[in-house]
């Protein structure tokens, strides 16, 4: 009878546990993972959308540096406002309000209010992409940063397996699988969609098995950096994804 007691405690605990992620996810992390794929899909719908205008693949680059610097822009004010705002600086009540009760209330993490965001990363992760990679590939790092990482942290919810190693203790067995699903579905869709567009997005080399085969071993990439890196997978996901769908794509 004892064991039985321990082993139903054990599973009240383990229920209430469950439910405690489930209420810290769809809090401020469910509202911080909309965020970030909306955000870091940027760039890769602006080459769909500059693609389907048959736009150059200089004028495409041209384009996603436009929006990096913009995003920088942008992410620097806000970042210069919240400092304001925490030494009692003015500001008018309207973005107060929006930086304010938004921003540090559903976006930045407690361990971001006193520092700067993780946007950075990102950006600094992206810019190789648009220099150095075909528009397709840009495409991919792009739809996979904006997946991968939100769509993990379903792991703290059902974690399958939790790892024990060192760095690894945040991390799952289960959010490696949940965010290699949602990327390898997300960019099979996107896959059809760059062949359906068709122009200088996609070259003549390559087939939508090909593509898929790239997008494939780009999205597994993006899932093991996000699974070993902690404070920097927002660089560390795209870096490594370009890196191997560069790979892949040479190979193929």
Not at 227 to 236: A, C, G, Q, R, S
Not at 244 to 250: A, K, P, R
Request: glycine fraction near 10%; proline fraction near 4%; charged fraction near 20%.
């Amino acid at each position: 009878m004892c064991g039985l007691g321990q082993w139903l405690k054990r599973k009240r605990d383990g229920r209430r546990k469950m439910f405690e992620n489930i209420g810290k996810y769809f809090g401020r992390e469910f509202t911080r993972g909309i965020w970030h794929a909306l955000t870091c899909s940027l760039p890769g719908w602006l080459v769909l959308y500059m693609s389907w205008k048959e736009a150059t693949t200089l004028q495409i680059r041209l384009s996603c540096m436009a929006l990096v610097v913009l995003a920088v822009g942008v992410l620097w004010w806000i970042e210069h406002e919240r400092r304001a705002i925490r030494k009692g600086g003015q500001l008018s009540a309207k973005w107060k309000e929006v930086i304010r009760d938004f921003f540090e209330k559903h976006v930045v993490r407690d361990n971001e209010m006193k520092r700067a965001t993780n946007g950075w990363h990102y950006l600094a992760g992206i810019i190789p992409a648009i220099i150095f990679a075909p528009p397709w590939i840009i495409v991919g790092v792009s739809f996979i940063a904006a997946t991968i990482d939100p769509v993990a942290k379903l792991g703290k919810i059902g974690p399958i397996v939790r790892f024990t190693w060192g760095w690894m203790r945040k991390k799952s067995l289960g959010g490696l699988i949940y965010g290699f699903t949602a990327g390898l579905a997300t960019l099979f869709v996107v896959a059809t969609m760059i062949f359906g567009i068709g122009g200088e997005l996609i070259p003549p080399d390559v087939s939508w098995w090909t593509a898929l085969v790239v997008y494939g071993f780009g999205t597994l990439a993006g899932s093991l950096a996000e699974l070993l890196t902690i404070k920097f997978d927002n660089i560390t996901i795209p870096v490594s994804s370009l890196l191997v769908m560069l790979i892949t794509y040479g190979f193929s």
